[in-house]
């Protein structure tokens, strides 16, 4: 059996030591309640409030704008329905056509109970266009929702002129920056955003933790009603997974986003390996603007399942997509909305993290080569 080489960290990443060892005291000795009035409860209480400092600290957030959820999706949700009900009296919203399904889905539901929602439309390298964004602002619109980076292809889109735009229109922005975190330093008050989720796991944390931030100020109505998180969540808090993302969130500042630099170098030598032992080749997304650890590669007239499964039987993890669309058989939104040549070029998503090194990129390019002509002369 080969080793297991892992380059789908846009999926999820595995759970960093550090983040564990953090963890699992609160799984172990310190299980009390933090809503207890004793002291076992209040010591877990003042550790959620660190954790929520260095959540905040990596946001440049204040700590009361940061809520904890169970993952982004919940933080996606809350935020969508939270300016629904801010603004009772309009009915339209703006989002792209490449988000993820978490936000798509709530759209849809939206636009079954009679909201109205555009979705840009993006160019063949998934960009989209802010004169076509200002042209859908109508007195109607009380949301704008465009992700900060895109999983599947790595985009990364202009938040800054967006969150500019929304206010210049008094329109709530929320942002999806869950692939952006650890990428892309991140200032909400510089980006001028409403609302913005993140996802632990994408960070090395276990799943089923996320984080919501709101604006201080802006009117909040929960999506869980309950005491905890200030009157903002409700739900027994889940504190061993908050000391993980508390921790994570710190590990990200320590290491100022120097493991860009790793990401970026074998991400490209990955793609130029690739390029020059493989015709043919078709590399999806904004190739100037992308996250440092994001491949969209796709080889002409090789199926991306077929290539997927061949490559797991040498221990290899790549996605056709995103991990939440993996197991619909559906060509990806994202590279529809892109209007790519999926019957001749189907894409595999390869994502970087820390834990790569350059020989598993090596042994994944020898091993792709293999592949790719195997696959091509069984036609
Ligand atoms: N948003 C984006 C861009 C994602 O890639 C994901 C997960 O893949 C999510 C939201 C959902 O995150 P979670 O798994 O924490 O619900």
Known sequence: ????????????????????????????????????????GKDVKEKITLARKQVAKLLNAKEKEIIFTSCASESNVTAIMNAVKNNPNKKHIITTSVEHASILETMKYLEDVGYTVTYLSVDNKGRIDLEELKKSINDDTLLIAVMMANNEIGNIYPIKEIGEIAKKNNITFHCDAVQAIGKIPID?????????????????????????????????????FG????????????????????????????????????????????EKDVKENIEDVMIYGDLDNRLPNTSSMAFKGVKSEELLLVLESFGICVSTGSACNSMIAEPSHV???????????SPIRISLGKYNTEEEVNIFVKNLITVVNMLRRRK
């Open 1 to 40: 059996m080969n080793k297991q080489i892992y380059f789908d960290n846009n999926a999820t990443t595995k759970c960093d030591e550090e983040v564990l060892k953090e963890m699992l005291p609160f799984l172990e000795e310190n299980y009390g309640n933090p809503s207890s009035i004793y002291e076992f």
């Open 188 to 224: 909400v008050k510089e980006i001028q955003v409403d609302t913005l989720s993140m996802s632990g796991h994408k960070i090395h944390t276990p799943k089923g933790i996320g984080i919501l931030y709101v604006r201080d100020g802006l009117p909040y109505i929960p999506l869980v």
């Open 227 to 270: 005491h905890q998180e200030n009157n903002r969540r409700g739900g027994t808090e889940n504190v061993p997974y908050i000391m993980g993302i508390g921790k994570a969130a710190e590990m990200i500042l320590e290491d100022n986003y120097e493991i860009n630099k790793k990401l970026k170098y074998l991400r490209d030598k990955l």
């Open 335 to 345: 590279l529809k909305a892109c209007h790519a040549d999926l019957e001749n070029y």
